[in-house]
């Protein structure tokens, strides 16, 4: 088998040192759950012991690459990582792109799983020497963004590529992100969990290749693919980024605004933070992540803005100028925080002193970027508000559970469900909580014959599953979201991508049923961490308060819809995977619950 | 007359946010959307038809596609790029 290495590379951290050891993983691992977000999840099951805390030494952070990582092909330089979320209590998978990856992927293992706790604040270094892997105490980075941390190594010639924590991370704020060569991975918090193993930084060395299975293949294919990437269908993505869904979003009355209290904030407002507006505001230049032939990646006087952080750092919490938006987005950069988690405990933090629930000084339209530093910090009110939306409303109480914006704890990306019901669907059942990015379901309701303001019990599940589905083929093999529009057989192309790489034959029916194995894998962990039927659920504001245009929805369409998905996905009654779903997915023989493998036995 | 608006790429190519076309079946609004703006041929608009890159909605509301859909006279289309994800 090429493309992968056919082994992972077990981490395992005790007071101040470090123990390494190769794990082998079979080739029918790799048939059944490809890479990224699969393999990861996989990993995540084998590893997490049942129960643990998210932030407990035990609990495995998992770096997971894909064969497809290392390849010429476009938008693949990209890796997973996974945890139990600090945030949620559930399963957490996140993507980034960088030179890490592909720098990763060279230590000759095709993830890393870290586990155990160091006893300082320290520097990891992974090695493909097993000898060489070290972890070195790193006090006089405390509170360094990771940015800055990458340029002082690179200036001290220490290390290149880096996965760090900024301030959030350290502080272990429950949405901490990890951060990449500047992109971010963490919805969840993975930050909080490596926070918590007071790893300040990864660098890592190697020079080992998986290789491919066909070579001139895989080249063509590049090509194919690059010259598909440059046209019409990721147009938006080049031309605009994501910014651009700010405004469309606004004109079709989608926006959520104010904590999801109405849908707009008005074509004025809408412009000035629209692509346009930011442009006028700052200096704009177009970057790429490493190997993309697309290029999303729209920087405002030197920070990235893409349409979450827009939403959530703006018409979430009611700012509208976009210098004060730019300035909160480059602080979440600079101090690892999640803009959507955030954001929304920010926006339900100024609900509820709007409410005069607390006496808090937080307002609608404040600016936001001295409580950005307060909460990664911990210090005073951000203590609390470090722990998310739920955890807060659970201290504020007085009904405010009913405004919280969360599905799971995770906070709402930037889609109203009342006008969108097939998409409130995807937020319930989604495995990491409150989610548009492993499932995307909310392409279902921008179709023609789909009535977005309607509950279709009848075909909104099997719509919600094809967009999981979907996603699962996308985040393990990994490409880039960005690219689907320029691919029109995904699962054809995804299975002659995978056979050129690793030379083992799969078909579309393969990979269909990969990307089910992945969901159930999903369900299967949310189910032993104590996941109930009750959790699939949307708050109270979504069902008791109607939008101006009178769109709300409905309990018992709701609940229609995800007690259909659940059978529809082969899930048992308020449980995990049926008899029928495991036989057909082999899925005994991958949620065993025997050991993995002990510490390595250098730790004693 | 139908207002068409404009937002996304189909705005930047167009190099117009808004326009107004006689009423009619979807399949002549979009002739003559075209025919006002040739920036949108062809990858917005083909043969009279929107390309898989763009969605256009009724007021924003219902997304249409039916080439013989009759919208009415005074209604609003909004046109947008059919990438929606962010
Ligand atoms: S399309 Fe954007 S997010 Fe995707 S790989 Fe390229 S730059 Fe990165």
Redesign the pocket.
């Known amino acids: 088998m090429r493309g992968n290495f056919g082994r992972i590379l077990l981490v395992e951290l005790r007071g101040d040192r470090v123990a390494v050891e190769h794990v082998p993983l079979a080739p029918q691992v790799y048939r059944a759950f490809v890479g990224g977000v699969g393999l990861g999840a996989y990993l995540l099951w084998r590893f997490a012991p049942p129960g643990v805390d998210p932030l407990a030494p035990a609990a495995p952070l998992v770096y997971a690459f894909s064969p497809l990582l290392g390849t010429p092909l476009?938008?693949t330089?990209?890796f997973a990582v996974l945890c139990k979320s600090p945030l949620t209590g559930r399963i957490s998978d996140g993507l980034s792109?960088s030179r890490f990856a592909i720098a990763a992927k060279r230590l000759g293992v095709d993830a890393i799983v870290v586990r155990g706790a160091l006893d300082r604040l320290s520097w990891l270094h992974l090695d493909e020497d097993p000898a060489a892997c070290r972890a070195v105490p790193c006090p006089a980075w405390a509170g360094l963004s990771a940015h800055e941390l990458s340029d002082m190594a690179s200036k001290q010639g220490l290390f290149r590529h880096v996965s760090a924590v900024g301030p959030a991370g350290e502080r272990q704020v429950r949405y901490a992100t990890i951060s990449n060569d500047g992109?971010h991975a963490g919805r969840g918090g993975a930050g909080a969990v490596l926070g918590a193993k007071r790893v300040k930084a990864i660098s890592v060395r190697g020079a080992a290749v998986a290789g491919v299975a066909d070579a001139a293949g895989v080249q063509a294919r590049a090509r194919d693919l690059a010259a598909r990437s440059a046209g019409a269908a990721?147009e938006k993505?080049r031309a605009l980024g994501t910014a651009a869904n700010l405004e469309t979003f606004d004109r079709l009355r989608i926006l959520p605004r104010r904590n999801f209290q109405t849908v707009s904030i008005g074509q004025a407002a809408a412009r000035r933070l629209a692509p346009e507006g930011l442009a006028r505001a700052a200096e704009h230049v177009r970057?790429?992540?490493a190997?993309?032939?697309?290029?999303?990646?729209h920087r405002y006087g030197g920070t990235r803005v893409e349409y979450e952080t827009q939403f959530a750092l703006g018409p979430l919490v009611d700012v509208d100028d976009p210098s004060r938006l730019l300035a909160a987005a480059g602080a979440c950069d600079a101090l690892g925080l999640d803009t959507i988690s955030v954001g929304g405990t920010l926006a339900f933090a100024m609900e509820c002193a709007e409410r005069g629930l607390v006496d808090w000084p937080l307002r609608f339209g404040d600016d936001i970027v001295p409580w950005l530093g307060a909460i990664a910090r911990r210090e005073g009110l951000g203590d609390l508000l470090a722990e998310g939306t739920r955890r807060v409303a659970a201290a504020v109480g007085h009904g405010s559970e009913r405004f919280a914006c969360h599905v799971k704890g995770l906070e709402l990306p930037g889609y109203e469900p009342r006008a969108m019901q097939t998409f409130a669907l995807g937020l319930c059942v989604a495995s990491r909580g409150a989610d548009h990015n492993r499932s995307g379901a909310y392409q279902a309701d921008l179709q023609p014959g789909v009535d977005r303001y309607r509950a279709d019990v009848a075909r909104a599940p099997a719509r919600v599953i094809e967009a999981e589905d979907h996603a699962a083929l996308l985040d393990s093999l990994i490409l880039?979201?960005?690219?689907r529009g320029a691919i029109r057989e995904p699962w054809r192309e995804g299975a002659e991508l995978l056979t050129m790489v690793t030379g083992l034959s799969q078909g579309e029916g393969d990979l269909r049923r990969v990307a089910r194995r992945i969901a159930a894998v999903r369900h299967a962990f949310n189910v032993r961490e104590g996941w109930t039927l009750a959790e699939d659920r949307l708050p109270d504001r979504f069902f008791d308060e109607a939008l101006e245009d009178g769109a709300s929805l409905r309990r018992a369409d709701v609940a229609a819809m995800v007690d259909a998905y659940h059978a529809a996905r082969g899930h048992v009654p308020h449980g995990g995977p049926d008899e029928r779903l495991r036989r057909e997915l082999e899925l005994d023989a991958w949620l065993t619950d025997t050991p993995p493998l002990q510490a390595p036995a250098s730790l004693g | 007359m139908v207002t068409v608006e404009l937002y996304g790429v189909p705005r930047l190519r167009a190099g117009a946010s808004s326009v107004e076309v006689p009423a009619g079946k979807l399949a002549s609004i979009l002739h003559a959307l075209a025919s006002a703006l040739p920036g949108l041929s062809p990858d917005i608009i083909r043969d009279g038809r929107l390309s898989e890159h763009a969605l256009v909605a009724i007021d924003g509301r219902e997304v249409v596609a039916d080439p013989e859909r009759v919208i009415a006279d005074g209604a609003t289309l909004v046109l947008i790029s059919a990438a929606a994800g962010g």
């Open positions: 476009t938008t330089a990209k792109s992109r990721t993505y970057e790429s992540c190997g993309c032939t697309i290029g999303c990646d880039c979201k960005f690219l």
